[in-house]
């Protein structure tokens, strides 16, 4: 299994260095998991976590499902949604990298 990457710790630095957490986040597979989702819904991040494709999705969806399997069916569900679509799809904006990997 491989080890999950934590996003809290990128998340706070941001709210460090910008003055608060961002309203909504886009992050890959390596960041996709329990305590990244619990993280983000706990601190009113709108999170877009990709989940792997080699994950078995068919049995997220099916009842009873455990609160791990709920909160990765909540991220597979975002992406298909109109404002899930436009998020995932779009490219950053140069307003959103500016400043970083600058050295002062």
């Given at each position: ?41 706990a601190?009113?991040?709108d ?28 991220m ?26 600058t050295r002062?």
């Amino acid at each position: 299994m491989t080890a999950r990457i934590p996003l809290d710790y990128g998340l706070e630095r941001m709210r460090h260095n910008c003055g608060a957490l961002p309203t909504k986040a886009t992050a890959d597979n390596g960041y996709q998991s329990e305590a990244n989702m619990a993280y983000c819904e706990a601190q009113g991040v709108d999170a877009y976590l990709a989940i792997r494709k080699s994950e078995n999705l068919g049995a997220l969806g099916q009842l009873p499902m455990t609160r791990a399997q709920e909160a990765r069916w909540r991220m597979h569900q975002k992406p298909t949604t109109p404002e899930g679509r436009a998020i995932c799809r779009s490219p950053p904006s140069p307003a959103s990298l500016r400043g970083t990997n600058t050295r002062r």
